[in-house]
């Protein structure tokens, strides 16, 4: 899953280098969305800070 | 002057996230250190990062290519911190060696902020290098990249390249480890 996601700014960068600018940042777009969720998804243990 | 400038200067960012990344494979090799998730994720960030600086490379100097960066760099500063934070009670351990006295997730946080101070200060200072044209960069297009643009883009795409194949030797097709020790592909 996470190889996945490299693999997804790989494309982008491959789209960039084929001149599809707008491909590129709508598959950068899809990266980010889906890195954020899987942010979420591991960082379910809590914060051992007391203030 | 000041737009070849600019893209020297893009370019030279491009080599500089390239190698960050190709630092941390080189570490996670020689001192068989295998990144966790979060780890990842800010080498994910980086990547990202990379996306940005490709499409300065490629398309010129555009305010979207800098938001790009910008959301990419705030995305590592995410990630980063959480593992900061993770560690940063005293004797709640850490996660990997020091690398002059910081982990690793602790220089990503420095160099997310870095790189968001950067394009801060490269859109103060190159104004007009970093606006789109009136042609909407369609001479920067057709112009393309420089020597050292073509080899920051391949370093780029490279080294992201790489990262996806050490990282899928890691984990495969399945949810990476909390504490990774070894390789799925070679168990």
Redesign the interface.
């Known amino acids: 899953?996470?190889?996945l996601?490299?693999?997804i700014?790989?494309a982008?960068?491959?789209l960039?280098?084929l001149?599809r600018?707008r491909t590129?940042?709508l598959v950068?777009l899809v990266?980010?969305a889906v890195?954020?969720v899987?942010?979420f998804h591991?960082?379910t243990?809590a914060?051992?800070?007391s203030f | 002057m000041q737009n070849s400038f600019a893209r020297f200067l893009n370019d030279l960012a491009g080599l500089g996230i390239a190698g960050i990344l190709a630092f941390a494979f080189a570490w996670q090799l020689l001192l068989d250190e295998l990144p966790c998730p979060l780890c990842l994720l800010q080498r994910l960030a980086f990547a990202a990062i990379g996306v940005g600086i490709c499409l300065n490379i490629a398309f010129g100097l555009r305010p979207s290519h800098f938001g790009v960066i910008l959301l990419s760099a705030l995305f590592g500063v995410l990630a980063s911190s959480r593992q900061v934070m993770l560690h940063i009670v005293p004797g709640s351990g850490a996660y990997g060696s020091p690398l002059w006295g910081m982990h690793f997730y602790t220089w990503a946080l420095i160099a997310f902020l870095a790189v968001i101070l950067a394009v801060g200060a490269f859109l103060f200072l190159f104004d007009r290098a970093a606006s789109t044209p009136p042609d909407g960069g369609a001479a920067a297009t057709a112009a393309g990249p420089s020597t050292l643009g073509k080899i920051s883009l391949f370093a780029l795409i490279g080294m992201t390249a790489v990262t996806v194949l050490a990282t899928f030797a890691e984990c495969g097709p399945t949810e990476c480890p909390d504490n990774p020790v070894s390789y799925w592909l070679f168990d």
């Open positions: 899953m996470m190889a996601l490299f693999l700014f790989a982008a960068m491959v960039v280098w001149r600018r590129a940042m950068w990266g980010i890195s954020v899987w942010y591991h960082a243990d914060l051992n800070l």
